[in-house]
């Protein structure tokens, strides 16, 4: 019996060589092999560890743009481009020509099918009028205000506070991520989970979100056939995407319960003046014209998680990037504190811990500045996939139709030459201020990280917002050092989160 099994062990071994050989050989080279049935699916997988550099690196030796073959089952061609120009044909000028679609919908079924984000045409236009009604809504603002003050001075302060004086290692990518979570979760449903607190307790929905986002990522690197095999079989990423939709559901379904029996009970009328009385939630339970109408739990649900999703996930991922960028760049960080000083003086003997309004936050220009060029570099959601509805012409000659995606590689936008100049792998605020001292406003297809054309992100001002807060404070009030020799690389997720998080240690600037 053991004498077959060992007739085939060269045969093992000659492949082992083979593979370890074309995994060291790809690395240098500036095209991809198409090979029968695999198409280009085994280079990419060879390597899935460098992934992002890949890309960029034929993305720059191929103009901008190319058309990767997928494996023959699959039917995964896809036009992987950074160019500003067929962005904005796809994104803008020929938006109705092309559609998220069905394949779309099958990978990001985890944000179910009545969600902004993965609907189209008519229904994503109700969808869209519904979050901007209550973004723009007057009690919203107020409440934007309200709850990044108090998540910052009651979860973030005494966080920080113990972790400095008992000089303890924090990760700054979780500490963020329970920052903006706090802050989604009481915007859409009234309830603040305090997971940003003393103690840092386990924290099940934003882990079941970054288990999502890494599964979903490998259902649009692998053929459909394969992880729908793997989630029958109910392994590894497919698995924990599973469970973690469960932990979302629940979640959902307790608030939504929880605030249609508080309206039942009496508080039918969501005023600010009532904490927990004007949130997301409540706006669709109401009905009102103002906000929205009365929908099933099932689209308050995908549209709940959407919402924590476009708010909490995004906005973390871009702080982690900023913080990391400032150990890098001193220079930054120092000119920040500069801004501070110089535009927001502080009275007393300076030893207090210092909060700042919103409305302060907008004279911090290079602050800001330093913020849109972290999110270049790093953008937090760097793919953005279309699909066109029929056979067209792209900028540049490229041909597709409705069985080719047109994905826009936004990590590789930020390092192309061609687009943002030959400094473009530096990290440069000042490319972001004007001549007279203003904030310089690149076009959404090149910037591309709020999205561009009528999908542009609603939520931006409110993402500046909490990442100005958290930065100001930060950055005003204490001094971070990251731990030599943490190793800083991005996971494969939908997400462009640090695998191993942003170690620190943090020390209060007046102790």
Same mark, same amino acid.
């Given at each position: ?14 492949? @082992? ?40 690196? #034929? ?20 036009? *992987? ?18 559609? !998220? ?23 994503? /236009?109700?969808?869209?009028?519904? =979050?901007?009604?209550? *973004? ?16 910052? %001075? ?14 303890? @290692? ?41 288990? +999502? ?14 992880? /729908? ?7 590894? !990423? ?8 469960? @932990? ?13 029996? /508080? ?11 009532? %904490? ?41 991922? +871009? ?20 801004? #501070? ?5 502080? !009275?007393?003997?300076? !030893? ?16 800001? +500045? ?29 041909? @597709? ?12 936008? +930020? ?31 090149? =910037? ?13 001002? *409110? ?16 001094? =971070?050092?990251?731990? %030599? ?23 209060? /600037?007046?102790?």
């Amino acid at each position: 019996m053991m004498a077959p099994l060992f007739a085939f062990l060269p045969y093992t071994i000659l492949a @082992v060589y083979f593979l370890l050989f074309l995994y060291h050989f790809t690395k240098k080279k500036k095209f991809l092999w198409n090979l029968p049935l695999l198409g280009m699916l085994l280079e990419f997988l060879l390597n899935i560890d460098q992934i992002h550099e890949k890309i960029t690196q #034929i993305l720059e030796a191929n103009m901008g743009t190319f058309l990767l073959k997928g494996a023959w089952l699959g039917q995964m061609d896809t036009l *992987i481009t950074c160019d500003p120009a067929i962005v904005n044909c796809v994104m803008k000028e020929k938006f109705s020509g092309y559609h !998220k679609g069905d394949e779309w919908r099958k990978r990001f079924e985890f944000f179910g099918n009545h969600s902004l984000f993965n609907t189209d045409f008519d229904e994503w /236009k109700i969808h869209r009028n519904t =979050f901007r009604s209550f *973004i723009s809504h007057q009690q919203s603002q107020q409440a934007v205000a309200k709850t990044i003050r108090r998540i910052l %001075e009651n979860g973030l302060i005494p966080v920080l506070e113990q972790s400095s004086k008992q000089c303890q @290692v924090l990760d700054l990518q979780d500490l963020f991520k329970r920052y903006t979570f706090d802050f989604a979760s009481s915007m859409v449903t009234g309830h603040n989970p305090n997971s940003l607190c003393i103690g840092l307790p386990k924290n099940p929905v934003p882990e079941a979100l970054d288990d +999502a986002w890494e599964a979903i990522i490998l259902r649009f690197l692998l053929p459909e056939s394969l992880w /729908k095999f793997q989630r029958w079989l109910g392994f590894g !990423k497919e698995r924990k995407m599973s469970g973690g939709r469960e @932990v979302v559901d629940r979640f959902c379904a307790e608030q939504i319960s929880m605030n249609r029996k /508080k309206l039942s009970e009496g508080k039918t009328r969501i005023s600010f003046e009532d %904490e927990e009385g004007f949130n997301f939630v409540n706006c669709y339970l109401t009905g009102n014209e103002d906000n929205s109408p009365k929908v099933s739990d099932e689209v308050m649900r995908d549209n709940m998680v959407n919402f924590i999703f476009a708010t909490a996930d995004t906005s973390s991922t +871009a702080l982690t990037w900023f913080f990391w960028m400032l150990e890098k760049n001193p220079i930054v960080e120092k000119k920040i504190r500069e801004e #501070i000083e110089r535009n927001l003086p502080q !009275k007393g003997d300076g !030893k207090n811990i210092r909060l700042f309004q919103l409305e302060e936050l907008s004279k911090l220009i290079y602050l800001h +500045a330093a913020l849109c060029e972290a999110l270049r570099l790093f953008p937090p959601a760097p793919i953005q996939i279309r699909t066109p509805l029929q056979s067209e012409t792209l900028p540049g000659g490229h041909c @597709v139709d409705d069985k080719t995606n047109v994905l826009i590689f936004l990590y590789g936008m +930020a390092r192309m030459p061609s687009v943002w100049g030959d400094d473009c792998l530096e990290y440069k605020p000042e490319r972001w201020i004007t001549e007279n001292g203003g904030i310089k406003h690149e076009p959404p297809h090149k =910037f591309f990280s709020f999205n561009a054309g009528p999908r542009i992100c609603l939520g931006r001002d *409110i993402a500046f917002n909490l990442m100005k807060a958290i930065a100001a404070t930060f950055i005003h009030n204490y001094n =971070f050092q990251v731990l %030599e020799n943490h190793p800083v690389t991005p996971t494969l997720s939908v997400i462009f989160r640090m695998k191993f998080g942003l170690l620190v240690k943090v020390r209060n /600037k007046s102790a």
